[in-house]
Nanobody, 115 residues
Framework: QVQFVESGGGLVQAGGSLRLSCAAS????????MGWYRQAPGEQHELVAN???????NYADSVKGRFTISRDNAKDTVYLQMNSLKPEDTAVYYC?????????WGQGTQVTVSS
């Protein structure tokens, strides 16, 4: 019911930057939180960052000070600026949105950070 257009993933050297973008559509309801989960091979998924419709943000401890999440409500688009990337940031990043208590995930985009 929710469609995602995700972009910005790729390969970058340690210390570099990437900017993820996710545009969500297809819901008649206002999105609550929007953000990203990530999952590295053999590991559980974890919440990287999210942002509420009013601009309140949450970050995983591992990315605080390096990642910044922002949101354009008019475009239903969320952005994740990732700076000072580390090899341990390598994962598939899944954009997600919250509608009431339900979460909807995109297909994901690969982020690879080389050492």
């Amino acid at each position: 019911q929710v469609q995602f257009v995700e972009s910005g993933g790729g390969l970058v050297q340690a210390g570099g930057s990437l900017r993820l973008s996710c545009a969500a559509s297809g819901s008649p309801f206002t999105f609550g939180f929007m953000g990203w989960y990530r999952q590295a091979p053999g590991e559980q998924h974890e919440l990287v960052a999210n942002i509420s419709s009013s601009g309140s943000t949450n970050y995983a401890d591992s990315v605080k000070g390096r990642f910044t999440i922002s949101r354009d409500n008019a475009k239903d688009t969320v952005y994740l600026q990732m700076n000072s990337l580390k090899p341990e940031d390598t994962a598939v990043y899944y954009c997600y949105v919250e509608i009431f208590l339900a979460e909807y995930w995109g297909q994901g985009t690969q982020v690879t950070v080389s050492s």
